[in-house]
């Protein structure tokens, strides 16, 4: 509950202190605040649990402050599902970016802080507004852990000649012990918190763009070991900034054309020392994951109107994803996490900055291990269908 | 020469020659190199020559924060748009018709109107003039 108060009362203290300017003051004073924000609420239909669910998914305040023409702020606190209480699951305050940003000349800035590194396409597109379909992609949840941020410092930079813009960041490195059945890497992030600055990760990313296509290429590189050597190597773990790695590719293309959208996006996930992980921590790590999806979208009301403020997306994406590719010797392969989702919907918006979401996911997955019981077991079917119906804001 | 060697020379040969092309067909593509200028007294002078090849060039100016876009519209007509997004005062990215904030993903097109928000207001505009083949852009004070 303490945390709860002491997240409210921060966030009212700077909306009090905030000035709440357009970004059209940019140019006339050096000082300045931005607010924004962005938010999500779902009802999720299991058609197989015939069970129903509905949450204030999360509310975000974005606040920017520009200490300088030079130096600026980035921020965003996120509440996630509306309430934290003491001793109940769910819910959750946090700071999902907040880092410096120093602009070192028109096409160079260096960031320090909590910041998204560039990986995929919605870790930094996250708002609901920007994304087909109530839920985040499945790859970009389960096999590229969005929104994945961490501590460090990152350059970002982009190119006189070509439209050509990277990034590359020294980040904090994940934690091996985190690693869960079912989640991959996800519960190895540290996301700011006490973060272990044994192991490091290294980022990067390029993106390309030629009017209304743009094509992206990025990586990972980090340690997963942040225990002091001795006792990585009393667990039979490799120490050091990049001991024990994991190592993620990851490529993406987007296009818009009259109306249409599409994205592709592809991933893939290596674990090399999953095995000395499993002997480690008993957490059943893959050696290899990988996942993609292909999404085509059209905005019903774009011969109507050109214009972005309303719009009527319908949207079809095919995602396949294995958490558990290959696996170790001594790891045991679960069907149930090779995963196909059709997802089918349409996005309604009187406003940009407000949608109106609804859309069905049908998945299928393999056959549950005889070892590792999944949820629902032993009634665990391997089709199942969601029913989602939310709206989402930005501002 | 058999066969074999035939189809791997060949082969060799046209990914040379489609990699000594490429930076040609990405350089085509390209928005071109920002054009630097001085903005004494606020005011950016641009020399109208510099739209023979391009409709679109992107302005630096050495005492202000952020890039301009100067877009010809037709004779002596011109449109200038700060490159700052409209949402939370990020950069933006010249894609060669469009403008991107890789922020948050809000877009705007050459006219400076949002396609994709969280950005819902226009690229702020630039009084300018233009005179004796000079296009005069005055730059917010500040």
């Given at each position: 509950m303490n945390s709860a108060l002491k997240g409210i009362a921060f966030a009212a203290t700077i909306l009090i202190l905030a000035r709440p300017t357009g970004a059209l003051n940019a140019q006339t004073s050096d000082e300045k605040t931005t607010l924004g924000g962005y938010g999500s609420a779902m009802y999720q239909r299991d058609f197989n649990l015939k069970d129903a669910t509905v949450d204030l998914e999360r509310v975000v305040l974005f606040i920017g402050h520009d200490f300088s023409r030079k130096v600026s702020l980035v921020s965003e606190l996120e509440m996630e599902d509306a309430k934290v209480s003491g001793g109940e699951p769910g819910g959750e305050i946090a700071f999902e970016q907040a880092y410096v940003k120093f602009a070192l000349n028109a096409d160079h800035s260096l960031v320090a802080g909590l910041f998204l590194p560039r990986i995929g396409i919605l870790n930094e597109e996250h708002l609901p507004t920007s994304f087909n379909g109530n839920e985040r992609t499945q790859v970009e949840t389960y096999i590229l852990p969005s929104t994945w941020r961490e501590l460090g410092v990152g350059m970002y930079g982009r190119n006189d000649l070509l439209p050509l813009t990277w990034s590359f960041a020294l980040v904090n490195g994940l934690n091996a012990a985190g690693f869960t059945h079912g989640s991959l890497i996800r519960e190895g992030r540290f996301e700011g918190r006490n973060a272990s600055a044994n192991n490091l990760a290294l980022t990067g990313a390029l993106q390309y763009f030629q009017d209304q296509f743009r094509v992206q290429l990025s990586g990972y590189y980090g340690g997963t070991v942040g225990l002091p050597a001795a006792q990585a190597e009393s667990l039979k773990l490799s120490p050091g900034p990049f001991g024990t790695p994991v190592v993620i590719g990851e490529a993406d293309a987007s296009y818009e054309i009259s109306g249409f959208s599409f994205r592709l996006l592809g991933t893939l996930v290596s674990i090399p020392d999953a095995e000395q992980i499993n002997q480690a921590y008993s957490n059943n790590t893959p050696r290899s994951a990988y996942g993609f999806y292909a999404e085509g979208a059209y905005n019903l009301l774009w011969s109507a109107s050109q214009a972005a403020d309303r719009q009527l997306v319908v949207f079809l994406r095919l995602e396949k994803l294995d958490m558990n590719s290959s696996v170790p010797a001594n790891g045991i392969s679960d069907g149930t996490l090779r995963q196909v989702h059709l997802i089918g919907g349409l996005g309604y918006f009187p406003l940009s900055s407000v949608v109106i979401k609804a859309d069905v996911r049908f998945v299928t997955t393999g056959s549950p291990s005889e070892v590792i019981l999944p949820v629902g077991f032993p009634s665990y079917q391997t089709s199942n269908t969601f029913l989602n119906v939310g709206i989402g804001f930005s501002f | 020469m058999d066969r074999r060697a035939f189809i791997k020379s060949s082969c060799s040969a046209c990914l040379l020659a489609a990699a000594g092309s490429l930076p040609e067909a990405l350089l085509s593509c390209a928005p071109g190199a920002p054009y630097e200028a001085d903005a004494p007294m606020g005011l950016l002078r641009i020399p109208e020559s510099i739209f023979q090849e391009t409709t679109v060039r992107i302005i630096r100016a050495r005492t202000f924060d952020s890039d301009i876009a100067l877009e010809?519209?037709?004779?002596?007509s011109y449109r200038a748009l700060i490159l700052r997004c409209t949402h939370a005062d990020n950069e933006l990215t010249f894609t060669g018709s469009a403008f991107n904030c890789s922020l948050h993903g809000s877009t705007f097109d050459l006219q400076g109107t949002p396609t994709r928000g969280p950005a819902r207001l226009p690229l702020r505009q630039l009084p300018l003039e233009v005179s004796a083949g000079m296009v005069t852009v005055h730059l917010p004070a500040g």
């Open positions: - | 010809k519209l037709g004779e002596s």
